[in-house]
């Protein structure tokens, strides 16, 4: 059992050292599936990213969608055990922001029940500031580098 408060756990939590991952390995054959579109193509036709080998046309599309002003996706470099180490991250600050955010709500409540002053409403909008900026950006984290079905290994 994890001794200690709630701070030595976030203490511990951000102090965690990780160990990179490995790259994914170069098969033995001459064809391998494109990891977007599962398309089988000679190799020496593909990119080599995090998540396995991309086909050419998979990568021209990403260039041209990054040449046209669409987000690109510089996750997919990342192999899918960072990606999916990454999102469970920012899942758990999006979900300790709405527990931070719904307990400084509810003593906000208990305070313009008990107290009715306009100081009663300090809390409850600082629940809202934690839970829009704080968990805003685990939760667009989470989106950011969860690991899709089509994209997996």
Known sequence: M????????????????STPTETPPVPAGDHV??????????????????????????SDKAE???????KPDVADHL???DRARFAEQGKRLALKALGVGALLFACGSVLLVFAPSPAAFKPMLLALIVVFAIGGQGYARWRRFRVRPSNAK
Do not use: S
């Not at 701070?7 to 965690?16: E, G, I, S, T």
């Not at 036709?45 to 991309?54: A, K, M, P, S, V």
């Not at 041209?64 to 669409?70: H, I, P, S």
């Open 64 to 70: 041209l969608d990054e040449l046209t002003g669409a």
């Open 2 to 17: 994890a001794r200690g408060g709630p701070v030595d756990r976030l203490a511990r939590d951000a102090a965690a050292i």
């Open 79 to 81: 192999v899918a055990e």
């Open 33 to 58: 599936a494109c990891v977007h579109c599962g398309k089988t193509v000679a190799r020496t036709e593909t990119d080599l990213c995090g998540l396995g080998f991309r086909c050419r046309a998979c």
